[in-house]
């Protein structure tokens, strides 16, 4: 099930295979004791470095492997499809297409080859706060120009990897709301240097979640961010994420189709060998019709992703494909969790299974990066032309 269904290039197939080859060497017992622990994979963070992985959007000439959005799908979906978990780690292919996009040569030439080679870690994206949440537009957190520096204050939350991150891309409110004249317009953008001030003027706070997912809250006191790491113009940063969410929606939710696949295979693997009043539960339509009716939805939402990463690849608006897809294919993942869990029965709560654990992990797609309701708003709006709900 790990492999794709969908007929694909031979060098889509080689990094298939390879990113499986990866994942053997992590099997479930490291992600339990990981879980257990709260622990960061850091192992498996370094083995996706050094395998160019997480570098894959980076041009070759910083260093990357110069792959497209299409194969970074690839290689997040078979990273579930596995059993591992690539929410450690996910953020540093979306949050760079940012400094790709809209950073200078200088910028580009300091930081991206660091990052190719794993000697720097940018997962941390600092947007949301705790008064906002995901209206961005409304974040207080503020970058006061002084001189050749910014000087930043406010707080940010559900900051994941901001402990295990050398680099935060932070999104940072440059001009008052009430003194812009587009209401996009006076958020700017930054990359902060993380060790330069962790624990002065940067103070991270773990956050226990019911998954382990290395989030945090971070507080920010009168930060110094030099000039030159402000990315492109100031003001306009609202829109240069805006394209890095596409991206992230359509890894996510290949993350999703990966997490769908692991399920499916396993209740299947379950219901044929698994025999209760003498014959296999899996002949039992009761079983059988939710692992088959799983099965068609996952398919129908990997669909929806590979339309989205071949528009995004091809430079095409793919707004609606993007939320499209992860809607889609987060309620396709969290459909198979709860299918898998039910086929299981009482071995699923157990933790040798590591059902419960990638449940929990799959279930976070429901919220997050954008909830359901909001990716329903956007459709109703922006695509439908219903009149704005919120």
Known sequence: ??????????????????????????????????????????????????????????PEQYGGSG??????????????????????CHAQMY??????????????ERWLPAIAA????????????????TDTLALRTTAERKGDHYVVNGQKIWTS?????????????TTPREDVMRRTAGLSVFVVDMRLAQGANINVNPIRTMMNHATTEVFFDDLRVPAENLIGEEGEGFRYILSGMNAERILIAAECIGDAKWFIEKATAYAKERTVFGRPIGQNQGVQFPIARAYAQMRAAELMVRDAA???????????????????????SWAAAEMCLQTHGGFGFAEEFDIERKFRETRLYQVAPISTNLILAYLGEHVLGLPRSY
């Open 161 to 173: 990897r901001a402990e295990h991150s050398d680099l935060m891309l932070l999104l940072a409110r």
């Open 310 to 332: 071949t528009r995004y690849a091809a430079g095409r608006d793919c707004g609606p494909e993007a939320n499209m897809a992860k809607l889609l294919a987060a309620d396709a």
């Open 118 to 133: 794993g000697d720097l870690r940018l997962q941390a994206f600092g947007v949301t706060e705790p008064t906002s949440g």
């Open 1 to 58: 099930m790990a492999q794709t269904d969908h007929p694909e290039t031979e060098d889509l197939a080689d990094i298939r295979a390879s990113v499986r080859a990866l994942c053997a060497n992590f099997p479930g017992e490291y992600w339990r004791k990981l879980d257990r622990e709260r622990g960061y994979p850091g192992e498996f963070v370094t083995a996706l470095t050094t395998a160019g992985f997480l570098g894959a959007l980076i």
């Open 95 to 108: 949050t760079m297409g940012t400094l790709l996009r809209h950073g200078s040569a200088e910028q580009k």
């Open 67 to 88: 792959l497209s959005i299409v194969e970074a799908v690839a290689i997040m979906e078979e990273i579930q499809a596995c059993g591992c978990n690539g929410a450690a």
